[in-house]
Protein backbone atom coordinates (compact mmCIF):
# COMPACT_ATOMS: atom_id res chain seq x y z
CA UNK A 1 0.00 0.00 0.00
CA UNK A 2 1.57 3.46 -0.98
CA UNK A 3 1.31 6.83 0.72
CA UNK A 4 -1.69 7.81 -1.01
CA UNK A 5 -3.40 4.44 -0.57
CA UNK A 6 -2.81 4.77 2.78
CA UNK A 7 -3.84 8.49 3.04
CA UNK A 8 -7.06 7.47 1.40
CA UNK A 9 -7.55 4.76 3.50
CA UNK A 10 -7.32 7.26 6.82
CA UNK A 11 -9.39 9.93 5.58
CA UNK A 12 -11.91 6.91 4.70
CA UNK A 13 -12.11 5.98 9.09
CA UNK A 14 -12.00 9.57 10.02
CA UNK A 15 -14.82 11.27 11.68
CA UNK A 16 -13.60 14.53 11.18
CA UNK A 17 -11.25 15.26 8.59
CA UNK A 18 -11.89 15.78 4.90
CA UNK A 19 -9.36 17.25 3.47
CA UNK A 20 -5.53 16.54 3.72
CA UNK A 21 -3.48 18.15 1.59
CA UNK A 22 0.59 17.45 2.22
CA UNK A 23 2.79 19.09 -0.67
CA UNK A 24 5.78 21.29 -1.73
CA UNK A 25 4.41 24.43 -1.85
CA UNK A 26 0.28 23.38 -0.31
CA UNK A 27 0.04 26.78 1.51
CA UNK A 28 -0.83 28.35 -1.46
CA UNK A 29 -3.95 25.91 -1.40
CA UNK A 30 -5.34 27.03 1.81
CA UNK A 31 -7.51 30.18 0.87
CA UNK A 32 -8.95 27.67 -1.84
CA UNK A 33 -9.58 24.43 0.89
CA UNK A 34 -11.08 27.76 3.13
CA UNK A 35 -13.31 28.31 0.91
CA UNK A 36 -14.55 25.14 0.20
CA UNK A 37 -15.33 24.41 4.12
CA UNK A 38 -16.54 27.43 5.04
CA UNK A 39 -17.92 29.69 2.04
CA UNK A 40 -18.38 33.28 3.75
CA UNK A 41 -17.47 32.80 6.63
CA UNK A 42 -14.02 35.29 8.11
CA UNK A 43 -10.97 33.86 9.46
CA UNK A 44 -8.53 34.33 12.13
CA UNK A 45 -5.36 33.00 11.74
CA UNK A 46 -3.84 31.81 15.15
CA UNK A 47 0.25 31.65 14.82
CA UNK A 48 2.63 32.67 17.72
CA UNK A 49 6.14 34.77 17.21
CA UNK A 50 7.74 32.11 15.43
CA UNK A 51 5.10 30.44 13.26
CA UNK A 52 4.04 33.91 12.51
CA UNK A 53 7.18 33.96 10.54
CA UNK A 54 7.62 31.03 9.06
CA UNK A 55 4.39 30.69 7.40
CA UNK A 56 1.73 32.70 9.30
CA UNK A 57 2.67 36.13 7.26
CA UNK A 58 2.23 34.45 4.62
CA UNK A 59 -1.13 32.58 4.67
CA UNK A 60 -2.08 35.78 6.11
CA UNK A 61 -1.27 37.62 2.75
CA UNK A 62 -2.96 34.67 0.66
CA UNK A 63 -6.14 34.79 2.52
CA UNK A 64 -6.31 38.44 2.09
CA UNK A 65 -5.62 38.31 -1.81
CA UNK A 66 -8.42 35.75 -1.81
CA UNK A 67 -11.11 38.19 -0.41
CA UNK A 68 -11.18 36.43 2.63
CA UNK A 69 -12.31 38.67 5.55
CA UNK A 70 -9.05 38.19 7.76
CA UNK A 71 -7.70 38.67 11.06
CA UNK A 72 -4.75 37.16 12.37
CA UNK A 73 -3.62 37.13 16.45
CA UNK A 74 0.06 36.20 16.83
CA UNK A 75 0.61 35.17 20.52
CA UNK A 76 3.67 37.03 22.23
CA UNK A 77 5.35 34.52 24.00
CA UNK A 78 8.21 32.19 23.04
CA UNK A 79 7.18 29.29 24.78
CA UNK A 80 4.06 28.17 26.30
CA UNK A 81 1.97 25.25 27.02
CA UNK A 82 -1.34 24.25 26.61
CA UNK A 83 -2.92 25.70 29.54
CA UNK A 84 -6.61 26.61 30.45
CA UNK A 85 -6.09 30.32 30.10
CA UNK A 86 -5.33 29.64 26.45
CA UNK A 87 -8.09 28.17 25.31
CA UNK A 88 -10.22 30.70 27.09
CA UNK A 89 -8.20 33.35 25.39
CA UNK A 90 -8.81 31.35 21.86
CA UNK A 91 -12.71 31.41 22.70
CA UNK A 92 -12.27 35.09 22.65
CA UNK A 93 -10.53 34.88 19.36
CA UNK A 94 -13.05 33.44 17.64
CA UNK A 95 -15.68 35.69 19.07
CA UNK A 96 -13.26 38.44 17.73
CA UNK A 97 -12.98 39.76 20.97
CA UNK A 98 -9.26 40.23 20.70
CA UNK A 99 -8.66 42.93 23.33
CA UNK A 100 -9.77 39.99 26.17
CA UNK A 101 -8.12 37.19 24.26
CA UNK A 102 -4.71 39.46 25.00
CA UNK A 103 -5.18 40.30 28.50
CA UNK A 104 -6.05 36.23 28.96
CA UNK A 105 -2.62 35.68 27.39
CA UNK A 106 -1.06 38.05 29.81
CA UNK A 107 -2.59 37.30 32.65
CA UNK A 108 -0.80 34.34 35.35
CA UNK A 109 -1.80 31.07 37.34
CA UNK A 110 -4.83 28.66 36.64
CA UNK A 111 -8.03 30.11 35.33
CA UNK A 112 -11.02 29.33 37.54
CA UNK A 113 -13.70 28.94 34.77
CA UNK A 114 -15.02 25.63 34.74
CA UNK A 115 -14.36 23.47 31.93
CA UNK A 116 -18.17 22.56 31.27
CA UNK A 117 -19.37 26.11 31.07
CA UNK A 118 -17.19 26.59 27.90
CA UNK A 119 -19.99 25.71 25.49
CA UNK A 120 -20.92 28.69 23.62
CA UNK A 121 -23.93 28.83 21.42
CA UNK A 122 -22.98 28.16 17.11
CA UNK A 123 -22.90 31.79 15.50
CA UNK A 124 -21.78 32.49 11.87
CA UNK A 125 -20.58 35.63 12.83
CA UNK A 126 -17.51 33.58 14.67
CA UNK A 127 -14.56 33.74 13.20
CA UNK A 128 -13.41 30.35 11.93
CA UNK A 129 -9.93 30.08 12.86
CA UNK A 130 -6.93 28.95 10.67
CA UNK A 131 -3.96 27.14 13.23
CA UNK A 132 -0.77 27.85 12.09
CA UNK A 133 1.65 25.79 14.25
CA UNK A 134 2.87 22.95 15.87
CA UNK A 135 0.86 20.82 18.64
CA UNK A 136 0.13 23.57 20.96
CA UNK A 137 -1.50 25.88 19.13
CA UNK A 138 -3.47 23.03 16.68
CA UNK A 139 -4.91 21.65 20.34
CA UNK A 140 -5.93 25.18 21.70
CA UNK A 141 -7.75 25.78 18.27
CA UNK A 142 -9.19 22.77 18.39
CA UNK A 143 -11.04 22.77 21.44
CA UNK A 144 -12.08 26.40 20.83
CA UNK A 145 -13.74 25.44 17.55
CA UNK A 146 -15.70 22.83 19.36
CA UNK A 147 -16.65 25.28 22.00
CA UNK A 148 -18.11 27.14 19.53
CA UNK A 149 -19.60 23.78 17.64
CA UNK A 150 -17.19 24.19 14.62
CA UNK A 151 -14.50 23.10 12.97
CA UNK A 152 -11.37 24.73 12.24
CA UNK A 153 -8.53 24.62 9.31
CA UNK A 154 -4.52 23.83 10.37
CA UNK A 155 -1.40 24.32 8.33
CA UNK A 156 1.51 22.62 10.54
CA UNK A 157 4.81 23.80 10.74
CA UNK A 158 6.77 21.00 11.61
CA UNK A 159 6.38 17.48 11.84
CA UNK A 160 6.71 17.51 15.86
CA UNK A 161 3.26 15.71 17.28
CA UNK A 162 0.40 13.72 16.09
CA UNK A 163 -1.93 15.67 17.36
CA UNK A 164 -3.35 17.71 14.21
CA UNK A 165 -5.80 14.90 13.00
CA UNK A 166 -6.32 13.69 16.88
CA UNK A 167 -9.38 13.60 18.44
CA UNK A 168 -9.26 15.40 21.45
CA UNK A 169 -6.93 18.39 22.83
CA UNK A 170 -4.26 17.45 25.96
CA UNK A 171 -4.74 20.81 27.63
CA UNK A 172 -3.95 21.34 31.78
CA UNK A 173 -6.89 22.53 33.40
CA UNK A 174 -6.49 23.61 37.13
CA UNK A 175 -3.36 21.75 37.43
CA UNK A 176 -3.78 18.89 36.04
CA UNK A 177 -2.66 17.52 32.04
CA UNK A 178 -5.90 16.21 30.56
CA UNK A 179 -7.67 15.18 27.17
CA UNK A 180 -10.88 16.84 26.48
CA UNK A 181 -13.20 15.35 23.79
CA UNK A 182 -13.09 16.98 20.54
CA UNK A 183 -13.24 16.64 17.00
CA UNK A 184 -10.16 17.06 15.04
CA UNK A 185 -10.23 19.79 11.99
CA UNK A 186 -11.84 19.49 9.20
CA UNK A 187 -9.15 20.10 7.14
CA UNK A 188 -5.32 19.88 6.83
CA UNK A 189 -2.84 21.86 4.53
CA UNK A 190 0.76 20.81 5.01
CA UNK A 191 3.59 22.21 2.61
CA UNK A 192 6.49 19.78 3.02
CA UNK A 193 8.33 22.79 2.35
CA UNK A 194 7.82 24.61 5.58
CA UNK A 195 7.76 21.14 7.56
CA UNK A 196 11.02 20.06 5.96
CA UNK A 197 12.61 23.22 6.84
CA UNK A 198 11.55 22.90 10.95
CA UNK A 199 14.33 23.05 13.36
CA UNK A 200 15.09 19.95 13.63
CA UNK A 201 14.65 19.26 17.05
CA UNK A 202 10.98 19.28 16.45
CA UNK A 203 11.37 16.84 13.55
CA UNK A 204 13.22 14.71 16.15
CA UNK A 205 10.36 14.90 18.42
CA UNK A 206 7.88 14.35 16.07
CA UNK A 207 9.57 10.89 15.82
CA UNK A 208 9.57 10.32 18.73
CA UNK A 209 6.01 10.78 19.48
CA UNK A 210 5.59 8.29 16.55
CA UNK A 211 8.16 6.11 17.95
CA UNK A 212 5.95 5.76 21.20
CA UNK A 213 3.29 3.70 19.34
CA UNK A 214 5.38 0.83 19.40
CA UNK A 215 4.98 0.53 23.05
CA UNK A 216 1.60 1.67 23.76
CA UNK A 217 0.23 -0.75 20.83
CA UNK A 218 1.41 -3.04 22.87
CA UNK A 219 -0.05 -1.99 26.02
CA UNK A 220 -3.42 -1.10 24.14
CA UNK A 221 -3.19 -5.49 23.49
CA UNK A 222 -2.48 -5.94 27.23
CA UNK A 223 -5.89 -3.85 27.50
CA UNK A 224 -7.19 -5.85 24.84
CA UNK A 225 -6.62 -9.13 26.45
CA UNK A 226 -8.03 -8.21 29.91
CA UNK A 227 -11.32 -6.70 28.54
CA UNK A 228 -10.81 -2.72 28.86
CA UNK A 229 -10.42 -1.70 25.75
CA UNK A 230 -10.84 -3.79 23.00
CA UNK A 231 -8.93 -3.38 19.99
CA UNK A 232 -10.84 -1.47 17.32
CA UNK A 233 -9.64 -2.93 13.40
CA UNK A 234 -9.78 0.30 11.54
CA UNK A 235 -7.69 2.30 14.30
CA UNK A 236 -5.14 -0.65 14.94
CA UNK A 237 -4.29 -1.61 11.30
CA UNK A 238 -4.33 2.07 9.92
CA UNK A 239 -1.64 2.87 11.95
CA UNK A 240 0.37 -0.29 13.34
CA UNK A 241 0.63 -1.84 10.04
CA UNK A 242 2.96 0.51 8.19
CA UNK A 243 4.55 1.78 11.57
CA UNK A 244 7.73 0.05 11.08
CA UNK A 245 8.32 1.37 7.12
CA UNK A 246 7.05 4.69 8.56
CA UNK A 247 10.16 4.63 11.14
CA UNK A 248 12.83 2.86 9.11
CA UNK A 249 14.84 5.83 8.15
CA UNK A 250 15.94 7.45 11.28
CA UNK A 251 19.09 8.93 9.60
CA UNK A 252 16.69 10.48 6.37
CA UNK A 253 15.03 11.95 9.24
CA UNK A 254 18.46 13.35 10.58
CA UNK A 255 19.34 14.99 7.09
CA UNK A 256 15.81 16.26 6.44
CA UNK A 257 15.36 14.06 3.55
CA UNK A 258 12.14 15.29 2.09
CA UNK A 259 10.70 11.24 1.52
CA UNK A 260 11.36 10.43 5.20
CA UNK A 261 9.61 13.88 6.54
CA UNK A 262 7.13 12.94 4.10
CA UNK A 263 6.95 9.37 5.77
CA UNK A 264 7.54 10.58 8.94
CA UNK A 265 4.75 13.28 8.73
CA UNK A 266 2.54 10.56 7.48
CA UNK A 267 2.78 8.74 10.32
CA UNK A 268 1.83 11.40 12.75
CA UNK A 269 -1.21 12.50 10.35
CA UNK A 270 -2.21 8.40 10.04
CA UNK A 271 -1.91 8.13 14.15
CA UNK A 272 -4.53 10.75 14.40
CA UNK A 273 -6.69 9.07 11.63
CA UNK A 274 -6.37 6.44 14.20
CA UNK A 275 -7.41 8.61 17.22
CA UNK A 276 -10.89 9.77 15.45
CA UNK A 277 -11.57 6.04 14.30
CA UNK A 278 -11.38 4.82 17.75
CA UNK A 279 -12.64 8.39 19.55
CA UNK A 280 -10.06 8.16 22.03
CA UNK A 281 -6.06 8.57 22.11
CA UNK A 282 -6.07 4.52 23.00
CA UNK A 283 -4.19 3.74 19.66
CA UNK A 284 -1.67 6.48 19.98
CA UNK A 285 -0.56 6.43 23.76
CA UNK A 286 -0.38 5.04 27.25
CA UNK A 287 2.25 4.99 29.72
CA UNK A 288 4.85 6.36 27.64
CA UNK A 289 3.05 9.81 27.78
CA UNK A 290 2.25 10.03 31.26
CA UNK A 291 5.84 10.58 31.99
CA UNK A 292 5.75 13.72 30.01
CA UNK A 293 1.98 14.65 31.52
CA UNK A 294 3.82 14.55 35.03
CA UNK A 295 6.77 16.65 33.76
CA UNK A 296 4.28 19.19 31.91
CA UNK A 297 2.01 19.20 35.19
CA UNK A 298 5.25 20.44 37.36
CA UNK A 299 5.85 22.75 34.49
CA UNK A 300 9.43 21.07 34.08
CA UNK A 301 11.83 22.65 32.67
CA UNK A 302 15.98 22.31 31.40
CA UNK A 303 18.11 25.17 31.45
CA UNK A 304 15.68 27.40 31.52
CA UNK A 305 13.24 26.32 28.90
CA UNK A 306 10.31 23.56 28.77
CA UNK A 307 11.01 20.84 26.83
CA UNK A 308 9.50 20.12 23.87
CA UNK A 309 6.22 17.03 24.38
CA UNK A 310 8.13 14.55 21.83
CA UNK A 311 11.19 15.13 23.51
CA UNK A 312 9.56 14.45 26.93
CA UNK A 313 7.77 11.29 25.77
CA UNK A 314 10.87 9.88 24.16
CA UNK A 315 12.09 9.43 27.89
CA UNK A 316 8.76 8.23 28.82
CA UNK A 317 8.70 5.49 25.28
CA UNK A 318 12.70 4.25 26.12
CA UNK A 319 11.65 3.22 29.79
CA UNK A 320 8.56 1.50 28.84
CA UNK A 321 10.66 -0.34 26.20
CA UNK A 322 12.98 -0.87 29.01
CA UNK A 323 9.75 -2.60 31.11
CA UNK A 324 9.27 -4.74 28.19
CA UNK A 325 12.44 -6.19 28.22
CA UNK A 326 12.25 -7.07 31.55
CA UNK A 327 8.70 -8.45 31.03
CA UNK A 328 10.19 -10.86 28.05
CA UNK A 329 12.53 -12.40 30.50
CA UNK A 330 9.47 -13.80 33.02
CA UNK A 331 7.22 -16.81 32.89
CA UNK A 332 3.86 -15.52 34.02
CA UNK A 333 2.99 -18.82 33.52
CA UNK A 334 3.62 -19.72 36.95
CA UNK A 335 1.90 -16.83 38.74
CA UNK A 336 0.52 -18.40 42.07
CA UNK A 337 -3.56 -16.90 41.00
CA UNK A 338 -5.25 -17.65 44.56
CA UNK A 339 -2.01 -15.78 46.37
CA UNK A 340 -2.23 -12.45 44.06
CA UNK A 341 -6.23 -12.83 44.74
CA UNK A 342 -5.43 -13.10 48.41
CA UNK A 343 -3.53 -9.96 48.17
CA UNK A 344 -5.34 -7.75 46.25
CA UNK A 345 -6.08 -4.44 47.87
CA UNK A 346 -9.70 -3.38 48.31
CA UNK A 347 -10.91 -0.12 46.72
CA UNK A 348 -10.14 2.16 49.51
CA UNK A 349 -6.92 0.53 49.85
CA UNK A 350 -6.00 1.54 46.63
CA UNK A 351 -7.84 4.88 47.12
CA UNK A 352 -5.65 5.61 50.30
CA UNK A 353 -2.37 4.90 48.71
CA UNK A 354 -3.41 7.37 45.49
CA UNK A 355 -3.92 10.21 48.01
CA UNK A 356 -0.71 9.16 49.66
CA UNK A 357 1.26 9.04 45.98
CA UNK A 358 -0.08 12.56 45.12
CA UNK A 359 0.39 13.91 47.80
CA UNK A 360 1.52 17.79 47.44
CA UNK A 361 1.09 17.00 43.41
CA UNK A 362 -0.37 19.96 41.84
CA UNK A 363 -4.35 17.55 40.88
CA UNK A 364 -3.67 15.87 44.59
CA UNK A 365 -6.86 13.54 43.83
CA UNK A 366 -6.11 12.92 40.72
CA UNK A 367 -5.15 9.47 41.58
CA UNK A 368 -7.70 8.65 43.85
CA UNK A 369 -10.27 9.84 40.89
CA UNK A 370 -9.28 7.52 38.56
CA UNK A 371 -8.09 4.35 40.53
CA UNK A 372 -11.88 4.87 41.83
CA UNK A 373 -12.92 4.75 37.79
CA UNK A 374 -10.51 1.29 36.68
CA UNK A 375 -10.68 -0.20 39.80
CA UNK A 376 -12.19 -4.28 39.68
CA UNK A 377 -12.90 -6.56 42.37
CA UNK A 378 -10.77 -9.81 43.35
CA UNK A 379 -12.90 -11.76 41.05
CA UNK A 380 -12.25 -10.05 38.22
CA UNK A 381 -8.62 -9.77 38.50
CA UNK A 382 -8.89 -14.26 39.27
CA UNK A 383 -10.45 -13.86 35.80
CA UNK A 384 -8.08 -12.12 34.31
CA UNK A 385 -4.29 -13.92 35.78
CA UNK A 386 -6.20 -17.46 35.56
CA UNK A 387 -6.73 -16.70 31.60
CA UNK A 388 -3.52 -14.81 31.53
CA UNK A 389 -1.58 -18.23 33.04
CA UNK A 390 -3.38 -20.00 29.82
CA UNK A 391 -2.29 -18.26 27.09
CA UNK A 392 0.89 -16.55 27.72
CA UNK A 393 3.12 -18.00 25.69
CA UNK A 394 1.15 -16.76 22.63
CA UNK A 395 0.82 -13.57 24.61
CA UNK A 396 4.37 -12.98 24.99
CA UNK A 397 4.77 -13.82 21.37
CA UNK A 398 2.39 -11.45 20.15
CA UNK A 399 3.85 -8.53 22.58
CA UNK A 400 7.41 -9.48 20.94
CA UNK A 401 6.55 -9.19 18.00
CA UNK A 402 5.44 -5.31 18.64
CA UNK A 403 7.80 -4.09 21.36
CA UNK A 404 11.01 -3.04 20.07
CA UNK A 405 14.23 -3.62 22.92
CA UNK A 406 15.42 -0.80 24.57
CA UNK A 407 18.81 -0.66 22.68
CA UNK A 408 17.13 -0.90 19.36
CA UNK A 409 14.77 2.35 20.12
CA UNK A 410 17.70 4.14 22.17
CA UNK A 411 19.82 3.47 18.86
CA UNK A 412 17.32 5.16 16.57
CA UNK A 413 16.33 8.28 18.69
CA UNK A 414 20.22 8.74 19.21
CA UNK A 415 20.44 8.17 15.17
CA UNK A 416 17.85 10.75 14.50
CA UNK A 417 18.88 13.09 17.39
CA UNK A 418 15.87 12.47 19.90
CA UNK A 419 17.05 12.16 23.87
CA UNK A 420 18.39 8.96 24.65
CA UNK A 421 18.85 9.72 28.40
CA UNK A 422 16.39 11.65 30.84
CA UNK A 423 19.62 13.68 31.80
CA UNK A 424 19.32 14.85 28.38
CA UNK A 425 15.86 16.92 29.55
CA UNK A 426 17.18 17.61 32.67
CA UNK A 427 15.45 14.63 34.68
CA UNK A 428 17.33 12.36 36.62
CA UNK A 429 16.91 8.76 36.95
CA UNK A 430 15.59 8.86 40.28
CA UNK A 431 12.73 10.78 39.49
CA UNK A 432 11.79 8.43 36.51
CA UNK A 433 11.85 5.96 38.86
CA UNK A 434 9.90 7.80 41.13
CA UNK A 435 6.90 8.39 39.05
CA UNK A 436 5.90 5.19 38.50
CA UNK A 437 3.93 5.04 40.95
CA UNK A 438 1.57 8.13 39.45
CA UNK A 439 2.05 7.23 35.96
CA UNK A 440 0.43 3.17 36.90
CA UNK A 441 -2.23 5.34 38.94
CA UNK A 442 -2.92 8.59 36.91
CA UNK A 443 -5.10 7.17 34.57
CA UNK A 444 -8.11 5.29 34.34
CA UNK A 445 -6.78 3.70 30.89
CA UNK A 446 -5.75 0.11 31.62
CA UNK A 447 -1.40 -0.37 31.62
CA UNK A 448 1.02 -3.17 31.37
CA UNK A 449 1.84 -1.24 35.32
CA UNK A 450 -1.67 -2.39 36.26
CA UNK A 451 -1.46 -5.98 34.94
CA UNK A 452 1.90 -6.06 37.12
CA UNK A 453 0.15 -4.95 40.31
CA UNK A 454 -2.62 -8.01 39.84
CA UNK A 455 0.49 -10.51 38.85
CA UNK A 456 2.07 -9.37 41.60
CA UNK A 457 5.56 -9.10 39.07
CA UNK A 458 6.13 -4.89 39.00
CA UNK A 459 8.35 -4.87 41.25
CA UNK A 460 10.19 -7.93 38.67
CA UNK A 461 9.70 -5.44 35.50
CA UNK A 462 10.14 -2.08 37.40
CA UNK A 463 13.30 -1.91 39.64
CA UNK A 464 15.50 -3.93 36.72
CA UNK A 465 15.83 -0.81 34.95
CA UNK A 466 17.17 1.41 37.48
CA UNK A 467 19.35 -1.96 38.93
CA UNK A 468 23.10 -2.44 38.00
CA UNK A 469 23.09 -3.02 33.92
CA UNK A 470 19.76 -1.86 34.03
CA UNK A 471 18.50 0.91 31.45
CA UNK A 472 18.42 3.56 33.64
CA UNK A 473 20.91 2.30 35.78
CA UNK A 474 20.83 4.36 39.19
Given at each position: MDSKERIARGLAVSTDTKIFEMRSGAAECAPQVFKQCFPGRKAAIV?????????GKSVDSLFRAAS??????VIDKNEFHAEWRYVEMTDRIVEGRFDEARALENSTGYSDSPAEDSFRPADENNFVLVSVGSGVINDLCKLASHHHAQSYLTLPTAASVDGYTSFGASITYQGAKQTFSCPAPVAVVADL???AAAPKEMTAAGYADLAAKVPAGAEWMIADFVGSEPIIPDAWHLLQDHLDDLLADPEGVAEGKPEAIADLFEGLVLSGFAMQAAQSSRPAS???HLFS???DMTEH?????LQSHGFQVAIGTLTMCAVFDNLFKLDLSDIDVESCVAAWPTLEQEQNRALEVFKGFPAPRLGYDQITLKYEDAEKVRKELTDLKAVWPQLKERLQGQVYSFEKMQRMFKIVGAPSDPSEIGVTREQI?????????MRYRFNLLDLAKRGGFYEAIVDPVFARGGAWEI
Amino acid sequence: MDSKERIARGLAVSTDTKIFEMRSGAAECAPQVFKQCFPGRKAAIVADVNTWRVLGKSVDSLFRAASIPTESYVIDKNEFHAEWRYVEMTDRIVEGRFDEARALENSTGYSDSPAEDSFRPADENNFVLVSVGSGVINDLCKLASHHHAQSYLTLPTAASVDGYTSFGASITYQGAKQTFSCPAPVAVVADLDVIAAAPKEMTAAGYADLAAKVPAGAEWMIADFVGSEPIIPDAWHLLQDHLDDLLADPEGVAEGKPEAIADLFEGLVLSGFAMQAAQSSRPASCCDHLFSHILDMTEHRFNGKLQSHGFQVAIGTLTMCAVFDNLFKLDLSDIDVESCVAAWPTLEQEQNRALEVFKGFPAPRLGYDQITLKYEDAEKVRKELTDLKAVWPQLKERLQGQVYSFEKMQRMFKIVGAPSDPSEIGVTREQIRDMFPKVQLMRYRFNLLDLAKRGGFYEAIVDPVFARGGAWEI
